[in-house]
């Protein structure tokens, strides 16, 4: 049997092991690609260390914004075929005939597979698709550049979506990190005015380059003042930040009417003040990633050339290092591996 290298987890908490393991076979369904790149998400060192509620078991190799070509395709795979450009993404596959399923919201069935966590995921030089539920990248389209649009791209455009926010609106934007910058970009393209709201001023800058109109910086003035005086208040907010605290805060930033959006994922709560959500009519409302069709339509604003994620490259051999990076607040965009 042939090998590949991958990073594998093989006890939660532990630094992933690079090594030998052996390619996969495409079962029914499926595809084998061989990777090119695979963006890394704060999600894989969540999954790498079992932060959450439901654990992956061990050993999983974590990734799910992989890009690279389909070199075998299984039995009754009709839509994709040898020699074509796909991704993974963290919604794997969903069982299609539930509820959510049923109307629309495949993100929230409850037998859905994700990508690097309940299914091996994109940190080695192949991994296995779902053919009907993986995304289809564009010919021309950059390897590198592409990548995060599979996590981070499709999770804030639909973040965005869900914000209800209209052309010419304002949407607040609270943290401009990996996935905020990209935000930013997105909620431009789709016609909307972009207030960042950031504790440290390159981000902000970036923002600003990306298009936002104002800028707050979060360690030196309210950002729920400054918005309520600069804007009088936002139509939606997007908090993709890091934080608690700013989750909060978010909802102060918001006119009346508005809906606030969480995409975010810090452990914990936070309080929440009752008189003003009530008074004001606000909408609190959680979003995670995106359907097939929201990824569709999230790569074709990056194949019109709309957005542009910051990335750095690195290899599959530095992964630990990197993934102490994101950790540590010191990764500025996003990181993406080429093999
Ligand atoms: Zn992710
Ligand atoms: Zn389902």
Redesign the pocket.
Known sequence: MESMQAAVVEELGAPLSVKDTPIPEPGPGEALVRLVTSGVCHTDVHAAHGDWPVKPTPPFIPGHEGVGEVVAVGEGVTNIKVGDMVGNAWLWS?????E??RTGW?TL????QNGGYSVNGSFGQYMLVNAAYAALIPPGADPVEIAPILCAGVTVYKGLKVSEVRPGQWIAISGIGGLGHVAVQYARAMGMRVAAIDVTEDKLALAREYGAEVTVNALEEDPADALQEKIGGAHGVLVTAVHRSAFGQAIAMARRGGTIVFNGLPPGDFPAPIFDIVLKGLTIRGSIVGTRQDMVEAIDFYDRGLIHPKVATRELGEINAVMDELLAGQVDGRVVLQY
């Open positions: 969903a069982c299609g005939v539930c959510y399923c495949e069935c409850e037998q859905q």
